[in-house]
């Protein structure tokens, strides 16, 4: 059965930092393409960032969070880190991670593909 977990999140200040981790189990994140979708009150889920297999290895960011957010692979942990700096109030929400053998395209569309795997999200809550 392919799993992910999530874990990381937690209550922060404004500038502050955080990582993320989704931890997979029943598949080999390598293969996959994984990304970062957010969900906020009231607002639609949001693609954060991306990260396509180990084949082609690729990243994309939204723009929201190009150069604050850094997404990283370990294939030996079998392991995708969202590394999370200068963090904003804006930034609270749920983070999922998902995974999809091929990179949907776009990849930002929860909706979209991410067919493989989803995780059942960590809170994080940014305070001003």
């Known amino acids: 059965q392919k799993q992910l977990v999530e874990s990381g999140g937690g209550l922060v200040q404004s500038g502050g930092s955080l990582r993320l981790s989704c931890a997979a189990s029943?598949?080999?994140?390598?293969?996959?393409?994984i990304a970062w979708f957010r969900h906020a009150p009231g607002k639609l889920r949001e693609g954060v960032s991306c990260?396509?297999?180990?084949?082609?290895?690729?990243?994309f960011y939204a723009d929201s969070v190009k150069g604050r957010f850094t997404i990283s692979r370990d294939n030996a942990k079998n392991t995708v880190y969202l590394q999370m700096n200068v963090l904003e109030p804006e930034d609270t929400a749920v983070y999922y991670c998902?995974?999809?053998?091929?990179?949907?395209?776009?990849?930002?569309?929860?909706?979209?593909?991410?067919?493989?795997?989803w995780g059942q999200g960590t809170q994080v809550t940014v305070s001003s």
């Open positions: 990260i396509t297999s180990s084949r082609d290895e690729r990243t």
């Open positions: 998902a995974a999809d053998d091929q990179v949907p395209l776009p990849w930002n569309i929860a909706t979209l593909g991410w067919d493989d795997a």
């Open positions: 029943g598949l080999s994140l390598d293969y996959y393409a």
